[in-house]
Every structure is written in C-alpha cells, then in structure tokens.
C-alpha cells in the first residue's frame, strides 16, 4: 500500500508563491519518478511537473515553466513543489503522483490540495 499525501496549498494574491509538499508513506521509492498535476474547475487535469528518483531529471510543462520548481528529498521521502510568481490561471487542485520503476504510468496519487490566485 502506497500513500501520497499533499500539503501547503492555500488562497495567495497573484504574483506570491506557496510551497507543497507531498509525503510518501512508503518506507522506500527507489527510482520512483514522481510527478505534479492539477486540476481546475470544468478542466481535465494536466502536467506540471515531474522530477527523476536522482533530482537528475527534471521536465515542466510550458504554463510552469521559469516559475515553479520540483525537488525531492529521498531521506524524507518528500516531493516538493515551489510555485512562485502565482497567476490567477495556477488556481486548480494539485495532485502527486508516483510512477515506480515497473510501470510507463502513474500508478499512485494523492488527493490533492487546493491553491487559489486571487487577481
């Protein structure tokens, strides 16, 4: 059993930055690619980030790019996801995601956390 976790959304005025974060309960993800998506209101969810089990490999999507960062720390078996320079278009529910090591998708998420750009 795999668990993702979500943390640090929120309501921020556009141009601020929040911080979420994403725990995993499982004791070791060795070579887990791990991924961020999201979701806004009458949306399909989308792509935003993904990050390799090194930190080595990193790929964003356009609309993300230059302003959010995802990073890792295996010890704490912790994804995060800095998101700055906020835009009203960023409010959506942002979800984890882990692709492990036998599998081409993501096969685990999280619930998700709610951030909202005011304008």
């Known amino acids: 059993q795999v668990e993702l976790v979500e943390s640090g959304g929120g309501l921020v005025q556009a141009g601020g930055s929040l911080r979420l974060s994403c725990a995993v309960s499982r004791r070791t993800f060795s070579g887990w690619t791990m991924g961020w998506f999201r979701q806004a209101p009458g949306k399909e969810r989308e792509f935003g980030a993904a990050?390799?089990?090194?930190?080595?490999?990193?790929n964003y999507a356009d609309s993300v790019k230059g302003r959010f960062t995802v990073s890792r720390d295996n010890a704490k078996n912790t994804v995060y996801l800095q998101m700055n320079s906020l835009k009203p278009e960023d409010t959506a529910v942002y979800s984890c995601?882990?692709?492990?090591?036998?599998?081409?998708?993501?096969?685990?998420w999280g619930q998700g956390t709610q951030v909202t750009v005011s304008s």
């Open positions: 990050i390799s089990w090194s930190a080595g490999n990193t």
């Open positions: 995601a882990a692709r492990p090591t036998y599998s081409s998708d993501y096969n685990y």
